[in-house]
């Protein structure tokens, strides 16, 4: 199993921007598939953006389509959360997740993966 361990979480304000990483350790990475989730106080944990394992493939969710972008670059098993244009409501704990894969196939359901991150917090002020 892979580990992953995130960062670049953090403050900033409306209509600022943050870069996320999603760093993986112990497995052959591009074997997986990442997602990039995130969960609110109180609310469910939801699926963000999804990259293919070779990157081929992505997938972005309406409410973040046009300000973030997710990538990855296997050669430093790493993939990545550009987010631009934050709004309050993007303020959550962000996490990645990785689930094996055979094919360049996008995966959204959160109980398919079966690596995960502790998590970063991002908080957007108004």
């Known amino acids: 199993q892979v580990q992953l361990a995130e960062s670049g979480g953090g403050l900033v304000q409306a209509g600022g921007s943050l870069s996320l990483s999603c760093a993986a350790s112990g497995g052959t990475f591009s074997s997986y598939g990442v997602g990039w989730f995130r969960q609110a106080p109180g609310k469910e944990r939801d699926v963000v953006a999804a990259?293919?394992?070779?990157?081929?493939?992505?997938y972005h969710t309406d409410a973040v389509k046009g300000r973030f972008t997710i990538s990855r670059d296997n050669a430093k098993n790493t993939v990545y959360l550009q987010m631009n244009s934050l709004k309050p409501e993007d303020t959550a704990v962000y996490y990645c997740?990785?689930?094996?894969?055979?094919?360049?196939?996008?995966?959204?359901?959160?109980?398919?993966?079966?690596?995960w991150g502790q998590g970063t917090q991002v908080t957007v002020a108004s």
């Open positions: 997740a990785a689930v094996r894969r055979f094919a360049e196939s996008i995966t959204t359901a959160r109980e398919l993966y079966e690596s």
């Open positions: 990259i293919s394992r070779r990157g081929s493939n992505t």
